[in-house]
């Protein structure tokens, strides 16, 4: 079967009634930055404390899109490019319902993520572009993963810092540099008085 032969579906609700009928709206946080940054820790903090509050809220960090949808990709910059689609396609879908999606992934090139913003605002969709900035020595000394000292001894190949390249956003909506740990209870309180807003603006 090729492409030409599916046919989607088109929703009998649009976009309005749904945040009506379900009084949620929904709001796609793509966090990026290199490994070991605090991307993910800021994710899981920023959800802990939405989800307290009554708002629903969802990461998808990189590992879990890896482990749970996009196992047959490597690293090669084609791959890294499907692999940011899916994950786009993925907050798209939780977006549309209302959820919070917290995006917690590399995502090295800036084409792939303007591409995800462009598909979000082609729905109507919130999309804001988080970075995290810290430096690479930082996330290098941290290396809890270990992917520093096999990059480095040449053990992992296409590894974003080392030898491969990371495109920092032009104009992130926010920018949080977490070497230190206040900056990110910072960086959480900042991130989650914005997604209060925005659903006062919605009268939510």
Request: hydrophobic share 35%; charged share 25%.
């Amino acid at each position: 079967m090729a492409l030409e032969d599916l046919f989607p579906h088109t929703s009998l609700v649009g976009l309005e009634e749904r945040r009506k009928a379900t009084k949620q709206i929904g709001l796609t946080l793509w966090i990026t930055g290199l490994s070991g940054s605090g991307k993910t820790t800021l994710a899981v903090n920023l959800e802990k404390q939405l989800v307290a509050d009554g708002i629903p809220a969802y990461v998808l960090d990189g590992d879990t899109i890896r482990s749970n949808f996009t196992k047959d990709l490597g690293f090669s910059d084609a791959d890294r490019k499907e692999n940011i689609r899916i994950a786009g396609e993925l907050a798209m879908l939780l977006n549309e319902n209302g959820v919070i999606a917290i995006v917690s992934l590399v995502s090295p090139f800036r084409q792939d993520r303007t591409r995800v913003l462009q598909n979000h605002e082609g729905k109507g969709l919130y999309f804001k572009e988080i970075y995290v900035s810290t430096p690479i020595e930082i996330c290098e000394s941290r290396d809890t993963k270990g992917l520093y000292a096999k990059a480095r001894q040449n053990r992992l190949e296409n590894f974003t810092g080392i030898t491969s390249v990371y495109e920092p956003p032009l104009s992130p909506y926010r920018s949080y540099n977490l070497t230190l740990p206040e900056n990110l209870h910072i960086a959480t309180a900042d991130i989650y008085s914005e997604v209060k807003n925005l659903r006062m603006k919605h009268e939510l």
